[in-house]
C-alpha cells in the first residue's frame, strides 16, 4: 500500500476514533489555535496561542519541535491524528476506576500496593515486576504503601500534568 493511500485512510477513520461530543471539543480547539483563520495551525498559531495564554518567551526551535509531531501541514484531520495517536489505547477514566474498585471493596480510594503488585503478576494479562515497577514511580503512594488509584487513573487518562 501507498503512503498516501496509508495516509488517506487513516484519516479517513480517525473520526471514529472520537464521540461526537469530543471532536466538536476538538473543532472548538483548532479554531481558537488557528488564529489567522487559513485552516492550518502554524508556527506564529502556536506563538501566538502561547500569548494569548500569557507564555511569550517561547523559543522558535520548542514551536517547530511540536510541529515536527504532525507528518505534514497541520489541517484539522492532521490536528484529530496527533490527538488520537496521544489517546489510543486507553480506556475511559471510569473504565480504569471500575476495574481498580473491584480490589478496593470498602471504597477507599487506595489499594495496598504490594497486594496489586501479586495481582498484576499473576491475574489476566501479566505484567513482569519492572512494568510494576515503572507504573508505581508515576503513582501517588502514600506512607503506609498504598495506590491513590483515583489519582493514577486520572494520570493514565488525561497525562501527567508535569508533561
Known amino acids: 500500500m501507498s503512503g498516501a493511500k496509508r495516509a488517506q485512510r487513516a484519516s479517513s477513520n480517525v473520526f471514529s476514533n472520537f464521540e461526537q461530543t469530543q471532536i466538536q471539543e476538538f473543532k472548538e480547539a483548532f479554531t481558537l489555535m488557528d488564529q489567522n483563520r487559513d485552516g492550518f495551525i502554524d508556527k506564529e498559531d ?29 489541517n484539522f484531520t492532521m490536528f ?3 490527538f488520537g495517536e496521544k489517546l489510543s489505547g486507553t480506556d475511559t477514566e471510569e473504565t480504569i476506576l471500575n ?5 478496593d ?17 499473576s491475574q489476566g494479562e501479566k505484567f513482569t515486576a519492572d512494568e510494576i515497577d515503572q507504573m508505581f514511580k508515576s503513582s501517588p503512594i502514600d506512607a503506609a ?4 488509584y483515583k489519582a493514577l487513573c486520572y494520570t493514565i487518562t488525561h497525562g501527567d500534568e508535569k508533561e
Open 46 to 74: 502556536l506563538k501566538d496561542t502561547y500569548a494569548s495564554l500569557g507564555k511569550t518567551n517561547v523559543k522558535d526551535d520548542e514551536l517547530e519541535s511540536m510541529l515536527k509531531e504532525a507528518t505534514g501541514p497541520i
Open 99 to 103: 476495574a481498580f474498585k473491584m480490589f
Open 105 to 121: 471493596p470498602e471504597g477507599k480510594g487506595n489499594i495496598n500496593k504490594d497486594y496489586l503488585k501479586r495481582l498484576m503478576m
Open 145 to 148: 504503601g498504598n495506590l491513590d
Open 80 to 82: 484529530l491524528n496527533l
